[in-house]
């Protein structure tokens, strides 16, 4: 980033206000865009009724900057949790012990059935900030795009690991469920492709939400589009992007920029 355009940026913020790429899918269609966070969103949603289904995908340990742990533990949510990465998973078995009614997946979801290798960040590495080990991705470029951001040990040594994970389809994943009230996705930079493969068709959950920071500018815009295409509004709050189905618009109050 050139010396000006920090500055810039910083006036800017020094002012209040803020600056992020938008998808042209909703510049074009500003009437879409919301202006809402997650959970006023759901708290929205647990007021016409707490009963919620929900699908998380890249669910780490369920706990660690985790926005819908509280929800799911006092609302007591019925839902389906995958996450590849076999130490994440043990922790995220702990974390909800005593929930039942919690499907939990040591899994991957992919195009294809098949094994992959997942680069994550080791955590045996001395003096690495707390959120390296949620850094996952298929995408090798993604984690050493973090790496680069000081991510080395006090010797200089590499963190990144390869481990070899189970992928299923998304269909499969989903093959016993009747409704999906919220879906969640943080699978650092393959996002899209999840929301390319999941069947709107079938299901329309209320609330949509991925991780945009991995992505594309031209694969945000295409994902988004397609969720305008089926009704939903969206917010693109900083990270993550959230639709809202469009048939709750009328119980949420726009505001202006």
Known sequence: MGAARKTVLKLIR????????????????????????????????????????????????????????????RFRWSGILAEPHPRHFAKLQHTYADSPNLILRNVAVSDVRATRTLYSIRESVAGLPEWAPQVASFDRAVVEAVEAHRLRGPR???????????????????????????????????DARII???DF???????????????SRADHDSVVRRLLGYGYSVAVPGP????WNMRRRRQVKRRSE
């Open 240 to 243: 993550d992007t959230i639709a």
């Open 201 to 215: 068709e079938r299901f329309r959950p209320d609330i949509v939400r991925f991780e945009n920071k991995h992505l």
């Open 14 to 73: 020094a002012g209040g206000y803020d600056l992020r790429h938008l998808p042209r899918a909703l510049l074009q269609d500003p009437a879409a865009r919301l202006f809402i966070d997650l959970d006023h969103l759901i708290a929205l949603r647990v007021i016409d009724s707490a009963d919620m289904f929900f699908v998380q995908i890249g669910a780490f340990d369920g706990r660690t900057g985790d926005q819908l742990h509280e929800w799911v533990v």
């Open 196 to 198: 390319r493969m999941f």
């Open 156 to 190: 200089g040594e590499p963190v990144i690991e390869e481990i070899e994970v189970e992928c299923i389809t998304l269909s499969e994943l989903l093959a016993d469920v009747d409704r999906v009230d919220l879906l969640q996705v943080d699978t650092e930079g393959y």
